[in-house]
């Protein structure tokens, strides 16, 4: 199966919630959703860093240059406290969405 | 989303690109450097790594957007973009700018004159609740002239209306300015004007009834003469030889009226308390709160009309006192021509406006394609539509810039236009006034910028009508050019009309080679009129030198009732009423006016002998046609005087009006008034010659007003020749713009037909026709329009009726030519592109696509 298209809205999500494990820089981010999601979720570059900047300007993460485990300089994002509760906020509707579509799919 | 955060990345958005661009080449090192650990070799993990991350310009552009103020960004980029159109096709946007910046200066220069003078009349505060009551007496065709006391002294009564009453009369003074003589411009006030005018002084204090020989300095006086200094107060001017103390100092922004240099305070003789005796004070009252300028009119009227006219004197007189705002009192003739010029000056930026509008489409037709492929690539039709109104208000914006210069030469000419009218000295450009041509010039690009704008949207919607659609705009465009420039090109031919039919009036003396001055006469110095008539007839550049009081167009004239010796005034009879001259015997010779009958005066006319006058020809026809009036007697100023001679008519306050009857008097025998008028015909300016005799004659007089005979007529002329030319100019302009607009507009519709018009050829089409449906086309537009410029320029003759002379309003040979003029020049500016078209080979015209 191909990887599916990611719902509209929740890659915010999903990054926000990776930085809650701690700072990570945008490689680390996206190698953990892929992870994380066995593969199924691949979090296009081309989406990512847009969504970044978005995140940086609405001060849900921070970002500063730091080095890698492998001695690299790279920018290194972190969830903010605003980040978290938005993050919050986010999962509880989000899961009140996928119980909503649940029921109508297993209705009829 | 914050806001300064995006302002601060937009800010910093050099250092944010190279940040991501670091970030990603880091991201991509990573994904390739995992490729390799996997088993790739390094060049196949860089091709992976490079495909999986895609586009990177795409993104990079994408994140570029969160961080920029993106409709800033968008319309910097528009801005750019509208910018390197407009240099690509200079010639197109200079004319757009051009157009625009006359328009838009021509109305922001009006505009500055409508505010100093209408608006806001020479900055007095709350100029609203200020009138001026004036007296008119219809039988001696006064009106608007100023009040002797008693009107003055009933009008402070009325407490319940006014809150305040003033009088001021105009005053010269000599005053010694460092051992010179120096004329100075004063006016005695009341004690109440500035309270009437609600100014509190800069210094010191205002009058109080108790004040006597007190005097008020002006701040630019004050400034010039005492270098602003605060010790002024107590001090002593010396105003014609006699010390006056410095009690106050007006504040700058008070300069009413604008001429005035100092105020002195104002005595009323017990003995001046007569009606219609020594009229000679303007009074101006405060309205108390709560009433209206109307209110406060019918409040005097009703006293006037409560007066026994018998008794005073002024039955059947058509006697009143006029009460209207201050800003009639500041503007007087200059208001309708003022709205007519503002009108003139819209018509012509709306000309202009429509004809870049017009060109701006034709450039959008050739830039279809660019906008087909623009849009094929995912532009919004919002955003094309933005960029076309950002391109227009690019060259709104600079043909504003422009216009505001235009306007500031244009002010700058204003003040020095030769006008009896002194206001227009103070028009200045404010922040306001330019704040309002600016907006004008963006509201013009705006305006302009929609016509393509709408054609674009209507084609994108409706492509396929395309070419069924009406015409609706070229028909509109070229009515509305054709009836702005009929109506102007009317009004300013009636205008124009009139003033050569004034200009050819003689006034009844030669005006050339003649300078003139005046003089007030010292005090306690019998002997100076001689002394200085003696000085001027010595010096070898006079030709030939008078004194006068009044003198010609000086705006000055004496008028009297008269009475005639042994006859009852009738009633029918030609009403008793003329002007006088006082001169010397030269007076005829000087003006040369010639003598028809009977002696001049002469040098034995003195003091002493017995009165004597000459009565001009108007005289003499209307009071004595069938007899010979030398040896009658008649009396105006002093006494009973025998007429000894009679001399041509003179026409001296404006060349329009018919004369008035004109009694001459020997100065020598009406020594009355303080001020002298020097008469000198010389071929060499006169001007040093008339100083030196003044000071050879008494060394403390001032010499002021000096000017030449012909600058004065030009004065009385001004108003109408400045309004005519600059209706002409307006006019002018907006003509060509309108024959230029119509041509480009024609010859774009046949270029977008061409296909068309070669199709129907091509179908036995005779180019005749071809011909006759264009220009009938254009034609026929051009009707309307001329009809709706009739009807404006109808409707405009009721503000010119008092400018016309002697030519009726709605004179058919001048509106029929101004028609005609202008379908001539409509027809040539159909008829090339027209001609063009009936010329198209078919065969051609059908390869071109």
Same mark, same amino acid.
């Given at each position: 199966?191909?990887?599916?298209?990611?719902?509209?809205?929740?890659?915010?999500?999903?990054?926000?919630?990776?930085?809650?494990?701690?700072?990570?820089?945008?490689?680390?981010?996206?190698?953990?959703?892929?992870?994380?999601?066995?593969?199924?979720?691949?979090?296009?570059?081309?989406?990512?860093?847009?969504?970044?900047?978005?995140?940086?300007?609405?001060?849900?993460?921070?970002?500063?240059?730091?080095?890698?485990?492998?001695?690299?300089?790279?920018?290194?994002?972190?969830?903010?406290?605003?980040?978290?509760?938005?993050?919050?906020?986010?999962?509880?509707?989000?899961?009140?969405?996928?119980?909503?579509?649940?029921?109508?799919?297993?209705?009829? | 989303?914050?806001?300064?955060?995006?302002?601060?990345?937009?800010?910093?958005?050099?250092?944010?690109?190279?940040?991501?661009?670091?970030?990603?080449?880091?991201?991509?090192?990573?994904?390739?450097?995992?490729?390799?650990?996997?088993?790739?070799?390094?060049?196949?993990?860089?091709?992976?790594?490079?495909?999986?991350?895609?586009?990177?310009?795409?993104?990079?552009?994408?994140?570029?957007?969160?961080?920029?103020?993106?409709?800033?960004?968008?319309?910097?980029?528009?801005?750019?973009?509208?910018?390197?159109?407009?240099?690509?096709?200079?010639?197109?946007?200079?004319?757009?700018?051009?157009?625009?910046?006359?328009?838009?200066?021509?109305?922001?220069?009006?505009?500055?004159?409508?505010?100093?003078?209408?608006?806001?009349?020479?900055?007095?505060?709350?100029?609203?609740?200020?009138?001026?009551?004036?007296?008119?007496?219809?039988?001696?065709?006064?009106?608007?002239?100023?009040?002797?006391?008693?009107?003055?002294?009933?009008?402070?009564?009325?407490?319940?209306?006014?809150?305040?009453?003033?009088?001021?009369?105009?005053?010269?003074?000599?005053?010694?300015?460092?051992?010179?003589?120096?004329?100075?411009?004063?006016?005695?006030?009341?004690?109440?004007?500035?309270?009437?005018?609600?100014?509190?002084?800069?210094?010191?204090?205002?009058?109080?009834?108790?004040?006597?020989?007190?005097?008020?300095?002006?701040?630019?006086?004050?400034?010039?003469?005492?270098?602003?200094?605060?010790?002024?107060?107590?001090?002593?001017?010396?105003?014609?030889?006699?010390?006056?103390?410095?009690?106050?100092?007006?504040?700058?922004?008070?300069?009413?009226?604008?001429?005035?240099?100092?105020?002195?305070?104002?005595?009323?003789?017990?003995?001046?308390?007569?009606?219609?005796?020594?009229?000679?004070?303007?009074?101006?009252?405060?309205?108390?709160?709560?009433?209206?300028?109307?209110?406060?009119?019918?409040?005097?009227?009703?006293?006037?009309?409560?007066?026994?006219?018998?008794?005073?004197?002024?039955?059947?007189?058509?006697?009143?006192?006029?009460?209207?705002?201050?800003?009639?009192?500041?503007?007087?003739?200059?208001?309708?021509? +003022?709205?007519?010029?503002?009108?003139? %000056? &819209? /018509?012509?930026? $709306?000309?202009?406006?429509?004809?870049? =509008?017009?060109? #701006? !489409?034709?450039?959008?037709?050739?830039?279809?394609?660019?906008?087909?492929?623009?849009?094929?690539?995912?532009?919004?039709?919002?955003?094309?539509?933005?960029?076309?109104?950002?391109?227009?208000?690019?060259?709104?914006?600079?043909?504003?810039?422009?216009?505001?210069?235009?306007?500031?030469?244009?002010?700058?000419?204003?003040?020095?236009?030769?006008?009896?009218?002194?206001?227009?000295?103070?028009?200045?450009?404010?922040?306001?006034? +330019?704040?309002?041509?600016?907006?004008? %010039? &963006? /509201?013009?690009? $705006?305006?302009?910028?929609?016509?393509? =704008?709408?054609? #674009? !949207?209507?084609?994108?919607?409706?492509?396929?009508?395309?070419?069924?659609?009406?015409?609706?705009?070229?028909?509109?465009?070229?009515?509305?050019?054709?009836?702005?420039?009929?109506?102007?090109?009317?009004?300013?031919?009636?205008?124009?009309?009139?003033?050569?039919?004034?200009?050819?009036?003689?006034?009844?003396?030669?005006?050339?080679?003649?300078?003139?001055?005046?003089?007030?006469?010292?005090?306690?110095?019998?002997?100076?009129?001689?002394?200085?008539?003696?000085?001027?007839?010595?010096?070898?550049?006079?030709?030939?030198?008078?004194?006068?009081?009044?003198?010609?167009?000086?705006?000055?004239?004496?008028?009297?009732?008269?009475?005639?010796?042994?006859?009852?005034?009738?009633?029918?009879?030609?009403?008793?009423?003329?002007?006088?001259?006082?001169?010397?015997?030269?007076?005829?010779?000087?003006?040369?006016?010639?003598?028809?009958?009977?002696?001049?005066?002469?040098?034995?006319?003195?003091?002493?002998?017995?009165?004597?006058?000459?009565?001009?020809?108007?005289?003499?026809?209307?009071?004595?046609?069938?007899?010979?009036?030398?040896?009658?007697?008649?009396?105006?100023?002093?006494?009973?005087?025998?007429?000894?001679?009679?001399?041509?008519?003179?026409?001296?306050?404006?060349?329009?009006?018919?004369?008035?009857?004109?009694?001459?008097?020997?100065?020598?025998?009406?020594?009355?008034?303080?001020?002298?008028?020097?008469?000198?015909?010389?071929?060499?300016?006169?001007?040093?010659?008339?100083?030196?005799?003044?000071?050879?004659?008494?060394?403390?007089?001032?010499?002021?007003?000096?000017?030449?005979?012909?600058?004065?007529?030009?004065?009385?002329?001004?108003?109408?020749?400045?309004?005519?030319?600059?209706?002409?100019?307006?006019?002018?302009?907006?003509?060509?713009?309108?024959?230029?607009?119509?041509?480009?507009?024609?010859?774009?519709?046949?270029?977008?037909?061409?296909?068309?018009?070669?199709?129907?050829?091509?179908?036995?089409?005779?180019?005749?026709?071809?011909?006759?449906?264009?220009?009938?086309?254009?034609?026929?537009?051009?009707?309307?329009?001329?009809?709706?410029?009739?009807?404006?320029?109808?409707?405009?003759?009721?503000?010119?009726?008092?400018?016309?002379?002697?030519?009726?309003?709605?004179?058919?040979?001048?509106?029929?030519?101004?028609?005609?003029?202008?379908?001539?020049?409509?027809?040539?500016?159909?008829?090339?592109?027209?001609?063009?078209?009936?010329?198209?080979?078919?065969?051609?015209?059908?390869?071109?696509?």
């Amino acid at each position: 199966m191909e990887a599916p298209e990611l719902l509209p809205g929740t890659l915010d999500m999903l990054v926000l919630k990776t930085l809650t494990r701690g700072p990570n820089h945008g490689y680390g981010i996206a190698q953990h959703i892929r992870r994380v999601s066995r593969e199924a979720l691949r979090i296009g570059e081309g989406s990512l860093y847009p969504a970044l900047q978005r995140l940086l300007l609405k001060e849900w993460v921070s970002a500063q240059w730091d080095m890698t485990e492998t001695n690299r300089k790279a920018r290194f994002y972190r969830i903010t406290a605003v980040g978290r509760r938005q993050l919050a906020s986010e999962v509880k509707s989000f899961n009140f969405m996928v119980a909503a579509i649940g029921h109508v799919m297993e209705s009829s | 989303m914050k806001l300064w955060n995006r302002v601060r990345r937009w800010r910093g958005r050099r250092a944010a690109e190279s940040e991501l661009a670091e970030e990603i080449r880091l991201h991509r090192q990573m994904l390739e450097e995992k490729f390799i650990a996997e088993g790739m070799s390094r060049d196949e993990a860089r091709t992976v790594a490079a495909r999986e991350f895609g586009n990177t310009t795409a993104f990079v552009e994408e994140s570029r957007e969160q961080w920029n103020l993106q409709w800033l960004a968008g319309a910097v980029k528009d801005l750019r973009f509208a910018w390197r159109l407009a240099r690509r096709q200079p010639l197109l946007s200079a004319a757009a700018i051009l157009t625009i910046a006359f328009g838009v200066g021509a109305n922001t220069a009006i505009v500055s004159v409508l505010e100093t003078v209408l608006l806001n009349p020479v900055g007095l505060r709350d100029a609203n609740r200020l009138v001026v009551a004036r007296v008119r007496i219809d039988k001696i065709q006064f009106r608007h002239v100023q009040a002797s006391a008693v009107e003055f002294r009933e009008i402070q009564g009325m407490t319940d209306a006014f809150s305040a009453v003033a009088a001021e009369e105009g005053h010269y003074w000599t005053a010694q300015v460092g051992g010179e003589p120096v004329r100075l411009i004063g006016r005695s006030v009341s004690p109440d004007y500035f309270r009437v005018f609600g100014v509190n002084p800069e210094l010191g204090r205002f009058f109080t009834p108790e004040d006597r020989e007190s005097v008020v300095l002006s701040h630019s006086y004050w400034v010039a003469q005492f270098g602003g200094d605060h010790s002024v107060i107590g001090r002593a001017l010396i105003l014609d030889g006699r010390a006056y103390r410095i009690v106050g100092v007006a504040p700058a922004d008070f300069r009413f009226p604008p001429a005035a240099r100092i105020w002195t305070s104002l005595y009323l003789d017990p003995g001046r308390f007569r009606r219609g005796y020594n009229m000679n004070l303007w009074v101006f009252a405060r309205l108390r709160n709560g009433v209206s300028v109307a209110r406060a009119a019918d409040r005097v009227n009703r006293y006037i009309g409560g007066l026994d006219m018998k008794a005073e004197g002024y039955e059947g007189f058509g006697y009143g006192v006029e009460v209207d705002p201050i800003s009639d009192f500041v503007v007087g003739d200059l208001r309708r021509p +003022l709205w007519i010029l503002w009108a003139a %000056a &819209l /018509v012509v930026l $709306l000309t202009g406006c429509a004809n870049v =509008a017009g060109l #701006l !489409l034709t450039r959008a037709a050739g830039r279809r394609r660019e906008m087909a492929i623009r849009i094929s690539i995912g532009a919004s039709r919002l955003r094309i539509v933005r960029q076309l109104l950002v391109e227009s208000l690019l060259l709104g914006a600079l043909g504003g810039l422009a216009g505001l210069l235009l306007a500031d030469v244009g002010v700058k000419l204003i003040t020095r236009l030769p006008l009896e009218s002194q206001w227009l000295n103070l028009v200045k450009l404010d922040a306001r006034i +330019l704040a309002y041509g600016f907006v004008l %010039a &963006l /509201v013009s690009g $705006l305006f302009f910028g929609l016509a393509p =704008a709408l054609q #674009l !949207l209507r084609e994108s919607q409706a492509s396929a009508l395309v070419r069924s659609r009406p015409r609706w705009f070229q028909d509109v465009f070229v009515a509305a050019e054709v009836a702005g420039a009929f109506a102007l090109v009317a009004t300013t031919a009636l205008l124009l009309r009139s003033l050569w039919a004034v200009e050819s009036v003689r006034p009844g003396f030669d005006a050339s080679n003649l300078t003139t001055a005046f003089v007030l006469k010292p005090n306690n110095d019998p002997g100076f009129p001689d002394r200085l008539r003696a000085a001027l007839e010595a010096s070898p550049a006079v030709e030939s030198a008078a004194l006068a009081k009044p003198t010609p167009f000086a705006g000055a004239e004496l008028t009297s009732t008269f009475n005639i010796r042994y006859r009852e005034h009738r009633a029918g009879d030609p009403e008793w009423h003329g002007e006088a001259y006082m001169v010397t015997p030269e007076y005829l010779h000087t003006m040369r006016i010639p003598l028809l009958h009977g002696r001049n005066l002469a040098d034995s006319d003195t003091a002493n002998a017995p009165l004597v006058c000459l009565i001009d020809a108007k005289l003499a026809q209307t009071f004595f046609p069938n007899e010979d009036p030398i040896g009658k007697e008649i009396e105006m100023y002093r006494d009973w005087a025998r007429i000894v001679g009679v001399v041509g008519t003179v026409r001296g306050s404006t060349l329009e009006e018919g004369s008035r009857p004109i009694v001459y008097y020997s100065l020598a025998q009406t020594p009355f008034f303080p001020d002298i008028g020097i008469v000198v015909r010389s071929r060499v300016p006169a001007g040093p010659v008339i100083r030196e005799a003044v000071r050879h004659a008494n060394a403390s007089v001032a010499v002021y007003d000096m000017a030449s005979m012909e600058e004065r007529i030009a004065e009385s002329l001004g108003l109408r020749r400045v309004l005519a030319w600059l209706l002409a100019i307006f006019g002018g302009i907006s003509l060509l713009l309108a024959v230029v607009g119509i041509y480009a507009v024609v010859a774009h519709i046949v270029g977008e037909r061409t296909t068309e018009i070669g199709i129907r050829m091509a179908l036995g089409a005779k180019p005749r026709q071809i011909l006759a449906s264009f220009a009938g086309q254009g034609l026929r537009a051009g009707a309307v329009g001329l009809a709706c410029g009739y009807l404006a320029a109808a409707w405009a003759q009721r503000w010119i009726a008092s400018m016309l002379y002697q030519i009726r309003p709605f004179d058919a040979a001048t509106f029929v030519s101004a028609g005609v003029g202008v379908l001539m020049l409509l027809l040539a500016a159909v008829w090339w592109p027209a001609r063009r078209a009936s010329r198209i080979d078919p065969q051609q015209a059908l390869h071109y696509e």
